[in-house]
């Protein structure tokens, strides 16, 4: 039964209920497990003889928690509405409504004599409610005619949202409660996600998963990537439409850190796949964030972040909203300013790992004083290149001492953002509504690149050489850059996004059927520019003009200011997304059980990718290009009541879309290439009883090359590099071609999942879930030959029967002729997982009381490469963790609120970078990490409030991690340490 039909019911039972007078507010005695929102105030109406009135597009998709024991309607109601965001409001006229947390600041007030709460079908104002000499509610035309704002669900485009899907909704409180101020916090929070692209990963190492190394250009970035599959396997939606990939990464997904938290009412994440619902790319699930709408008031905050290792953050945000009879606006603006994380803080501070057990990383071609190629070696560490020496003084023990330390200065970029969200919504007559939205953001980021290196041959001439003899040297200039006589080297990227979108809904005079109608257009651009020293021109002047050979305290260094050349532009792209939706929605049949409730519909989008007059693809120009990707679906969805029973019922979920996609470019091994396929997904879900209901669903899905792999690739061209053929037994040049691969294969995966849900009625306040989830993907797309996890070049030119679309032989004399170098398929990829959740509430004298556990469990990650080798287990190992897991603690009164989290992640083996011992390479085991969040907050009266608390509160030190970006693993750690935090908020009602 849907939640609005629910709705509807109780409120046609209760409209004659005698409302309950009394001088005082009575206590009354409550048992109400945690449940859906909409049967939780039902309950409550009926054990309390109170009648409310909740809008029942708040109550979707919520959960209430659990209400046990003795006590005033008042208390119950307060500790029932906890976590949900949700409150009750006492209006003038003496009628009590629900509403959400953000309107109006005034105080709770108790359920006081003659106090109405009516559970109504349509989406009430508050002025549109009228008393009559009984008290009972009365809805006047404007009600009757007023629809209520766009729904959103996640996991299905019915508006009574899918049951057998497993939803993990992160609220606006639960956001407020941790201190979350990017979207990157919010998803990195996620058990099932793993960052493999955020905010420092990307600026540090940019090579991660599936992504191909676009370096500097995807500063600041984040992704989302559930269940460790791939960034392009997770789709984000917003208000449940689609909007434009980073343009970095050519559209392949999301850039998150473009959507300020400010604006998000809730994010929720289905980690099973729903291609079957929104199409390609939702293979491993899909993230929806749902933003503000239908606002009513202001709210202006401004928030303070202090990091033990920089990061430190400056923010303001300012929402409003207001209403007229029919219609409402909402606006936000926010504003930030971060601070780069500082490398020396976070305790990075060389190269040579040794000390933490792992090896020596230090250039092993530069150095300070400058490596001597020809002579292989040295001069002391103590020279400065202007003392007396001669040949004999340059060794290589010296070498091993003055090998360079190429770090860069910062972790993080500095980051200024600035946003506007603005959304509308207006009932243009007694059936149709339309609705507007606008999104625009611009982000400035900003970060140092490590110290200039230069390398040539130093003239026998030059007056720092008295050996007599030209010296071929490599200089690193590490000294004149940390002690400041040379400029900072750095990088620029510029970001720009802007999403549009409108719709209309229209009430069909056919039951209760309702079409919607939307049209979204977005872009995302990115444009990436550095300040750097002229590699070249250093060149030409280390012959003569620098001194390569002590340790920069002798240094001249107007031959490095001389190089130090303009912002010269190294990326420039931008992508676009436009589409149409067309869909129906309502209730094709009734049978014994209920109704059954059906979606058709239809959706046309094209994908668009343009190239600025120059980016680091290479030297071809690219502007002539200009790609696009059209993809045409047809989709439908069915929700079947089989039983309905006193206490149990048996309902089913079928879900089915077409895709079509068409590739359009003036590349002719991608040009017209098309893939189409059907995804469907079947879902079931039985309540054996309203404590237990136990849930599961089967789904196919398949991913098509999106246009990054189809044109984009490092190197329009091909490039020789002599290796070794152990097929012909020689060294021969090979040609590594990275032209899009004509023989890629679209993804197909199909996914399983089977779930319980468990309230018991002997442990009121209780609540447990279980999901069990298995997807298997094959052809499993990765986008560069060089980053397939435990596969060498080696590796594919030994071996072309495990890799005969990469290994191209010729066929009559087995000569090695390329290597197909760009995107290509994988055999397989199979994980098992099983997620899980406890909550438990309980009312206390001084105040509300829960603790949660919620986690994900990886029973089996394995990537199999090629068909004929076997699958390698990544489960608990840098690539896929095995156990991540999360408790909470909160206590909350009437106007303050504790909250304790615990966040942990296991022990891994790191697969990256391995060890070499006396048995061999072997991996290298990180430790299992738990950290403490502390946070609380206090509200004062005319809509004050504020709140402050510590992430990381412990500042527990990074678990080594030997890599090349350092030692420590930013996909698992946030580089800033111990993070304080503080928010002043002033509310405004109007």
Known sequence: MTAKRLAFIVAVLLAGTTVVRAAEEAVKTFNIPAKPLAQALADFSRQSDVIIIAPSDLTLGKTSQAVAGSMSPSKALDQLLSGTSLRYAMEKDGSVIVQPRQQGAQALPALSAGSRLV???????????????????????????????????TGSRLRAADRTASIVTIDRE?????????????????????????????????????????????????????????????????????????????????????????????????????????????????????????????????????????????????????????????????????????TADTGYTTNDLRSLGGVDYRNTIFGQPGNARNDGGSLPLDFDGTEAWTLADLTQNNFQAARAEL??????????????????????????????????????????????????????????????????????????????????????????????????????PLRDWRMDVSAMYSVSAGKTSAMEYNSTGLRSRIATEINPFGNGTAQNIDAFVAEFRPATNIHDRTTTLRGLTVLAEGSAADLPAGSVRTVVGAEYRVEGLSYGPTDFLGNRDLADLSPSQSVAALFTEASLPLFSGASQSLAATLQARWERYEMDTTLAVSDGKTFDELSPRVGLIWNLNPQLALRGSWGHAFKAPNIKHLVSAPSLGTFPSNQYDAIQDEIVPVFIDSIPNPDLKPETGESITLGVDWNPARLPGTAFALTYNRTDVTDQIIGSIFVVDGVSLQDFIARPDLFPTVSVRDPVTNTLLRIQGSAINVAAVEVEAVDFSARFTRSLPLGNFSAGLQGTYKIRHDQQVAALLEPRGLQGTTSADRLRATVSFSWSGEQWGLDLYGNHTGGYWNTEVLEINAVGAMAMRVRARTTWDLSAYREFGAGWRVSAGARNLFDDPFPFHQGFAGPFDTRRVDLRGRLLQMELRKEFSF
């Not at 349509?122 to 766009?150: F, I, L, Q, W, Y």
């Not at 928030?303 to 606006?331: C, M, Y």
């Not at 071929?472 to 750095?490: D, K, R, V």
Request: charged share 20%.
């Open 119 to 153: 559970l109504v079908r349509n989406e009430t104002a508050p002025a549109d409610v009228r008393s009559d000499s009984e008290g009972r509610g009365e809805m006047t035309a404007a009600t009757e005619s007023k629809k209520g704002s766009e729904l959103v669900v």
């Open 174 to 342: 639960t956001i407020e409660k941790r201190g979350f101020s990017t979207a990157e916090d919010i998803i990195r929070s996620l058990p099932q996600n793993l960052s493999n692209m955020n905010s420092t990963r990307n600026v540090t190492q940019p090579v991660g998963g599936d992504e191909l190394p676009v370096g500097i250009a995807a500063q600041g970035e984040i992704m989302a990537n559930l269940r460790g599959i791939g960034q392009g396997a997770t789709l984000v939606l917003i208000d449940g439409r689609r909007t434009s990939g980073s343009a970095a990464f050519s559209g392949e997904a999301v850039n998150l850190s473009t959507i300020p938290v400010a604006s998000i009412e809730r994010i929720e994440v289905m980690s099973d796949s729903a291609a079957a619902v929104y199409g390609s790319d939702a293979i491993a699930g899909v993230i929806n964030i749902v933003l503000r709408k239908d606002y009513r008031g202001a709210s202006s905050s401004l928030r303070f972040e202090d990091g033990e290792n920089g990061g430190d953050k400056r923010a303001f945000d300012q929402i409003v909203g207001f209403g007229w009879g029919r219609g409402s606006l909402t606006a936000t603006l926010s504003l930030s300013d971060v601070t780069p994380v500082r």
């Open 407 to 508: 770090i860069r200065p910062q972790q993080s970029s500095a980051n200024e953002s600035r946003s506007i969200y603005i959304r509308a919504e207006q009932s243009l007559s007694d059936r149709i509504e339309g609705f507007a939205s606008l999104r625009y953001s611009e982000q400035d980021l900003k970060v140092t690149l490590q110290a200039p290196i230069a390398s040539g041959t130093v003239s026998a001439a030059s007056p720092y050489n008295p050996t007599g003899q030209a010296l071929l040297m490599y200089y690193a200039a590490t000294h004149e850059y940390s002690s400041g006589l040379l400029p900072m080297a750095y990088a620029l990227n510029d970001l720009t996004g802007l999403a549009v979108d409108a719709g209309l809904r229209i009430d069909l």
